[in-house]
Protein backbone atom coordinates (compact mmCIF):
# COMPACT_ATOMS: atom_id res chain seq x y z
CA UNK A 1 0.00 0.00 0.00
CA UNK A 2 1.41 3.18 -0.85
CA UNK A 3 0.57 6.86 0.86
CA UNK A 4 -1.91 9.10 -1.24
CA UNK A 5 -0.77 12.39 -0.57
CA UNK A 6 -3.69 13.64 -2.68
CA UNK A 7 -5.77 12.25 -0.42
CA UNK A 8 -4.18 13.83 2.79
CA UNK A 9 -3.98 17.15 1.12
CA UNK A 10 -7.48 17.10 0.43
CA UNK A 11 -8.31 15.84 4.40
CA UNK A 12 -5.95 18.92 5.54
CA UNK A 13 -7.87 21.88 3.09
CA UNK A 14 -11.10 20.43 3.45
CA UNK A 15 -10.33 20.99 7.57
CA UNK A 16 -8.48 24.46 7.07
CA UNK A 17 -11.31 25.36 4.81
CA UNK A 18 -13.85 24.25 7.53
CA UNK A 19 -12.18 26.11 10.27
CA UNK A 20 -11.90 29.81 8.23
CA UNK A 21 -16.23 29.23 7.22
CA UNK A 22 -16.56 28.51 11.26
CA UNK A 23 -14.81 32.03 11.84
CA UNK A 24 -17.42 33.99 11.76
CA UNK A 25 -15.08 36.87 11.31
CA UNK A 26 -12.99 36.50 14.42
CA UNK A 27 -9.26 36.78 13.87
CA UNK A 28 -7.65 33.58 13.04
CA UNK A 29 -5.27 31.53 15.41
CA UNK A 30 -1.95 31.15 13.79
CA UNK A 31 -2.97 28.00 11.84
CA UNK A 32 0.36 26.56 10.39
CA UNK A 33 1.28 25.36 13.96
CA UNK A 34 -1.85 23.90 14.54
CA UNK A 35 -1.51 21.91 11.45
CA UNK A 36 1.59 20.81 12.10
CA UNK A 37 1.27 20.16 15.60
CA UNK A 38 -2.43 17.85 14.40
CA UNK A 39 -0.40 15.82 12.09
CA UNK A 40 2.89 15.33 13.35
CA UNK A 41 1.68 13.92 16.96
CA UNK A 42 -0.10 10.98 15.32
CA UNK A 43 2.19 10.57 12.63
CA UNK A 44 5.09 10.29 15.46
CA UNK A 45 2.89 8.07 17.26
CA UNK A 46 1.84 5.78 14.17
CA UNK A 47 6.07 5.76 13.00
CA UNK A 48 6.75 4.49 16.84
CA UNK A 49 4.27 1.84 17.11
CA UNK A 50 5.08 0.49 13.57
CA UNK A 51 8.78 0.81 14.96
CA UNK A 52 7.63 -1.11 18.44
CA UNK A 53 9.06 1.77 20.16
CA UNK A 54 12.15 1.79 18.75
CA UNK A 55 13.50 5.41 17.95
CA UNK A 56 15.89 5.09 15.75
CA UNK A 57 14.05 2.80 13.29
CA UNK A 58 11.01 4.98 13.59
CA UNK A 59 13.12 7.64 12.76
CA UNK A 60 14.52 6.08 9.77
CA UNK A 61 10.58 5.65 9.15
CA UNK A 62 10.13 8.99 9.27
CA UNK A 63 12.78 10.16 7.22
CA UNK A 64 14.59 12.50 9.93
CA UNK A 65 17.06 12.28 12.46
CA UNK A 66 16.74 10.16 15.66
CA UNK A 67 17.62 13.39 17.73
CA UNK A 68 15.44 15.26 15.85
CA UNK A 69 12.49 12.57 16.67
CA UNK A 70 13.06 12.78 20.28
CA UNK A 71 13.22 16.31 20.55
CA UNK A 72 9.71 15.67 19.09
CA UNK A 73 8.80 13.49 21.06
CA UNK A 74 9.18 15.56 24.27
CA UNK A 75 7.64 18.48 22.35
CA UNK A 76 4.26 16.38 22.08
CA UNK A 77 4.60 14.40 25.09
CA UNK A 78 4.96 11.00 23.88
CA UNK A 79 8.14 9.79 25.96
Not at 9 to 18: G, T
Not at 42 to 50: D, K, N, R, T, V
Given at each position: ?????????????????????????????????????????????????????????AAEL??????????????????
Amino acid sequence: MTINENEISLCVRRAIEAYFSDLDGEKPCPIYEIVIRSVEKPLIEIAMQHAQGNQTKAAELLGINRNTLRNRLTKHQLK
